[in-house]
């Protein structure tokens, strides 16, 4: 049996091997497992060394596992000793991937756009500043007046499952003719799945520099000089709220499992910014229809944001205008699970008939 972590930007704890399987140290606090294990025994016992905080994170979820490196599953953990958890895995075709957050990476990606490129009137951009790269899907044909969404998932690059989300919602997109002929009367959506340059799980900061700085990318945005990613997204959001035309502007994160709900949220102030009574009760209706059949949906509405330059906070002080955040959860999910937020979350964007609101000059 060998245990390979040199692919993909993963991360591999310490590991040692038993007599049924392979142990991880997952401690201190969360500590991020992305190995591909080699002829590994048909029947494999996974155990995973954590703590408190850990335990109920991995206890919610399970123990994602692979055989393809595409489809992903959780197998359920048992806790076994005061700081071990155990997993039994049935492996196969001699090699078996195991993670404790679902990887979205440079594949998938890859994967999306070659499935996708043409289809259903989706298009894919790429955009560059700097030294960074990334391609956005669009869906829509520009015609200088139209409301744009924007929906950004993998700003952290271990918070994988809201790239699963945003995969989806492309191929919702491209494969939903009557949705996205609906959709594209009157707007255009665009999606980033993998802001961060990172992929799949990794065990670095949302965004490391140049000179090897590690940042919290993802509370970037108001800063006097983002990253490249958040850079171009910001400016590009800029000149839409400049133009009036700010529609849905969602970034897609994942607390895991640290939460049973998956949870979307704006904020009424910031800055000298502070939302009336009559753009809070839209934000409050739009939140509802937004998240309308969506599992385990629920919203909230805090005054302000917990931590300063992250997306909302930004927008909202400097230019005024409403936006969203959600964070996917992990517990008792899977795949499908986020695939069906993703067509939840593509189909419900048509219920909003009004986004005139985000902008403080629609209001």
Known sequence: MQILHDFDAAACPPSTMTDAGVCFDLRPRQQILNVLVRDPRPTLEVDLLVDEKGEGFLLRQGLVVSGDGIEFRAVPLTKVGQETLRATVQTHDGEVRLASRYPYGRDHLDKLICETAGIGGVTWRFLRQGHRGF????????????????????EDAWETAGCWVADEMV????????????????????????????????????????????????????????????????????????????????????????????GLETIQRAGDSVLCEARQAWAREAMDQLIDGVPHGATAFPERIWHPGLARDHLLAAHDAITFRVEITTAGAGLEMFRETGRRFAGNLAKVADWRPVCATGA
């Open 171 to 262: 191929r919702e997109l491209a494969s939903n003719a009557p949705l996205a002929t609906a959709l594209t009367a009157d707007s255009l959506v665009r999606i980033v799945p993998l802001v961060s340059p990172y992929s799949a799980t990794t065990s670095t900061p949302s965004y490391r520099t140049l000179a090897g700085a590690g940042i919290y990318g993802a509370a970037t945005w108001g800063d006097a000089e983002p990253p490249p990613e958040y850079a171009a997204l910001r400016q590009l959001v800029a000149t839409t709220i400049g133009e009036s035309r700010l529609g849905c502007m969602l970034t897609i994160h994942s607390w895991q499992a640290q939460s049973e709900k998956t």
């Open 135 to 154: 391609p956005m899907a669009q869906l829509g044909e520009d015609d200088g007046s139209k409301t744009i969404h924007y929906f950004f998932a993998g």
